[in-house]
């Protein structure tokens, strides 16, 4: 299925590595040009602009932290300088913090969670509107978790995905009138950064975790990035407001 995306421009954050690199790689192969943010892993994201510009792709490095207003003005500013458009903006970057039941963390992990996974995602979605609001036209992908729907001992962050959903329903009635399309998509357990210490790097417990998973496996980041490329076409043009889980069926055992 052609997507239709060559000659649009996508803004991908947190795109250095994990389900952020999957999706710039994958928008680009479907022929837009994107923009990677990145805070700190330049090289990484270097890695992710040179394979999408030896595929014969456009790619530059945009740097900012997403829970700081004043940067992520910025950013979009270089953005729409450089490529003179933004159509997709795919709200990727997240953290998590300290885990444990509700007696074992405090206030400030809460508040760190919420500057990057709710805030930053908010900044980027200021930034990018009022441009997207003027040619009447937008996509905002907001990559969620299905965590939270399914909390299990990882309050803070499963707190601010909860307010990440929120926000995406939320942002979504408003702009709809200007034929701004905004989702948000859940993943279950992917083979991500995020997991590599607690999961991935043990193949036996890799293994027992897989097998409570109905369909068998966690999810590899490509298979998101083609969830966020199809939402990112006018495919999905009659999808806004609601929440895509995407878990391999992992969802059904919490």
């Given at each position: ?21 999957a ?47 004043d ?49 930053g ?34 309050s ?32 279950g357990?992917?083979?991500?950064d ?61």
């Amino acid at each position: 299925m052609d997507l239709e995306l060559t000659g649009k421009a996508a803004l991908i954050t947190g795109a250095s590595r994990g389900i952020g690199a999957a999706a710039a790689l994958a928008l680009a192969q479907e022929g837009a040009s994107v923009a990677i943010n990145y805070l700190t892993s330049e090289s990484e994201a270097q890695k992710v602009v040179e394979s999408i510009r030896g595929n014969g792709g456009r790619a530059s490095l945009f740097q900012a932290d997403v829970s700081k207003a004043d940067q992520v003005q910025a950013m979009v500013g270089a953005v729409l300088d450089e490529y003179k458009q933004i159509d997709i903006l795919v709200n990727n970057a997240g953290i998590t913090t300290h885990t444990g039941r509700i007696d074992g963390f405090g206030a400030e992990d809460i508040e760190k969670c919420m500057a990057v996974n709710v805030s930053g995602m908010l900044n980027c979605i200021q930034a990018v509107t009022p441009h997207m609001k003027s040619r009447r036209y937008g996509k905002i992908i907001n990559v969620i978790s299905f965590r939270a729907y399914a909390t299990r001992y990882s309050s803070p962050y499963d707190i601010s995905k909860a307010a990440a959903l929120a926000l995406t329903i939320e942002v979504a009635s408003e702009l709809a009138p200007f034929n701004i399309n905004v989702v948000s998509i859940s993943p279950g357990t992917a083979a991500t950064d995020m997991n590599r210490e607690k999961l991935l790097s043990d193949a036996k417990k890799l293994r027992e975790f897989e097998a409570k998973i109905p369909l068998g496996r966690i999810a590899q980041p490509e298979d998101i990035a083609n969830l966020i490329c199809f939402l990112s076409s006018d495919r999905a043009k009659h999808i806004t407001g609601t929440d895509i889980l995407i878990t391999g069926g992992e969802i059904f055992r919490w």
